[in-house]
């Protein structure tokens, strides 16, 4: 029996690594503190393995063959793959994966009503690759990326990753070995990348998204419609990445690291942590 | 592209875009879009704001914001300037 032993969930944007300058400074240190008081928790769990749960930016995954949820499959993953075509922060490396945990995971929901995708070869973009920069920088946990459909509608509702974060944690518990497993959620709050409301951030909805993520109300944020969510940017759908952790760890409290609304980053910056 | 349309009212202006963000010379291939374009089956309206290229009018046509933004960039625009001009294209 593997044990489900820490939550992390953080905004992803890229301005940490290549666009501090952007943000207000006070705010930027709050986000890179957050940063490390994550990283220092991550160490300190002491994994054998990580999911990390993001969007992606329409990188890889196209709408000629969109999944929903998708696992990678394989014992390493490459990226950022931004990095490829420019001086994005972070160079482009090598990740260490679980080939036999992704196996397992997707096995098990193709038998339970969970019908992941899979990736064997994918090179993942900003949304996974900044988190890990910063949160684990030497690889010592193997991390198997779990992909949401965040950015082409129609999208997975919040229901729907809610209980399949609910279906993750089972799973864990049911895998054999004995080990300890984290679970990463990355993106959010409130942001709009490419549409007209770029640059526009709602405070308001983010801090209720948080009260409710840190006091446990997991069922609140899954209740949350497509409309509602949408409303607050076109980008802010990546809260699905939480609200899948917060089904993963039903009921449970978190502690609220920091939220700060980076006007020059256009993005409302969370970081919440469940030990 | 190649095929048939398929007849969804995005794929082919979204097909470009993210067609043209993977190739190494992007930059120089946006420089000649006409060229690029030729390629792709496109109505007269989704062609036309390609090449403008008409940053709002794109959204209106179901283009991917992520894919907008990514076409904006490959001109090389300065991010910062983003919302202006699709506040300008409206």
Not at chain 1, 116 to 145: I, K, Q, T
Not at chain 2, 44 to 73: C, D, F, H, K, T
Request: glycine content about 8%; overall charge negative.
């Amino acid at each position: 029996m593997a044990q489900l032993c820490l939550g992390i969930a953080t905004s992803h944007l890229a301005h940490i690594v290549n666009a501090r300058e952007l943000g207000e400074p006070a705010q930027v240190v709050a986000f890179d503190a957050g940063y490390n008081r994550l990283a220092r928790a991550l160490a300190d769990a002491g994994p054998d393995v990580a999911l990390i749960i993001s969007a992606e930016h329409v990188n890889k995954f196209f709408i000629d063959n969109m999944p929903a949820f998708c696992i990678g499959m394989f014992d390493a993953f490459s990226g950022p793959v931004e990095a490829k075509t420019r001086n994005f922060g972070i160079p482009y490396h090598q990740v260490r994966s679980d080939y036999a945990f992704a196996r397992y995971l997707v096995e098990s929901g193709l038998d339970e009503g969970v019908d992941w995708a899979v990736s064997e070869n994918w090179e993942l973009d900003h949304g996974f690759m900044v988190p890990l920069s910063r949160l684990d920088p030497d690889g010592n946990c193997r991390m198997v990326p779990v992909f949401i459909n965040c950015a082409a509608p129609p999208l997975p509702s919040p229901r729907r990753c809610y209980a399949v974060g609910r279906w993750l944690a089972k799973a864990i518990e049911r895998w054999d070995g004995g080990r300890r497993v984290a679970i990463i959620a990355t993106g959010g709050l409130s942001h709009s990348v490419g549409s007209a409301q770029q640059g526009y951030i709602d405070p308001e909805f983010d801090r209720r998204f948080l009260d409710h993520f840190c006091a446990g109300r997991g069922e609140m944020l899954a209740a949350l419609s497509d409309q509602e969510i949408a409303a607050t940017g076109a980008s802010s759908g990546e809260i699905r990445s939480w609200i899948m952790l917060a089904g993963a760890f039903a009921g449970r409290t978190a502690e609220r690291v920091m939220y700060e609304p980076i006007k020059g980053f256009d993005t409302g910056c969370a970081q919440a942590l469940i030990v | 592209m190649s095929g048939l349309s398929t007849g969804s009212p995005r794929y082919a202006i979204n097909r470009v875009i993210f067609d043209l963000s993977r190739q190494p010379n992007a930059r120089a291939l946006v420089a000649d879009k006409e060229s690029f374009l030729a390629g792709y089956e496109l109505r007269p309206e989704e062609r036309q704001a390609l090449l403008g290229p008409e940053w709002s009018r794109l959204l209106e046509l179901g283009v991917l914001p992520n894919l907008v933004y990514r076409y904006y960039m490959l001109h090389g625009l300065a991010p910062e300037t983003f919302p202006a001009a699709i506040a300008a294209s409206h």
